[in-house]
């Protein structure tokens, strides 16, 4: 599968690796389905994962650097 919209290098220049990128893009789709408000009025893309990518893109969806995970 390719992406064509939006391209891989605009989403690059949002968020600093393909790993964080494929991270970020993951949790934000399962926020959409599980019914979190959108990000943008419109989208191009009828799935989750490609919302997520333009809400990317759009940089209304960012990593949060200050985020800590408890691990017990």
């Known amino acids: 599968m390719k992406i064509t919209y939006p391209s891989i290098d605009k989403l690059l220049d949002r968020?600093?690796?393909?790993?964080?990128?494929?991270?970020?893009a993951s949790?934000?789709?399962?926020?959409?389905?599980?019914?979190s408000p959108a990000a943008l009025e419109k989208f191009k893309s009828s799935k989750s994962v490609g919302?997520?990518?333009?809400?990317?893109a759009a940089g209304k969806v960012?990593?949060?650097?200050?985020?800590?995970?408890?691990?017990?």
């Open 15 to 24: 968020v600093d690796s393909r790993y964080s990128l494929s991270v970020l």
């Open 27 to 35: 949790k934000r789709a399962h926020e959409l389905e599980a019914g």
């Open 51 to 56: 919302q997520a990518l333009e809400e990317i």
């Open 62 to 72: 960012i990593i949060d650097p200050d985020h800590k995970t408890n691990i017990d």
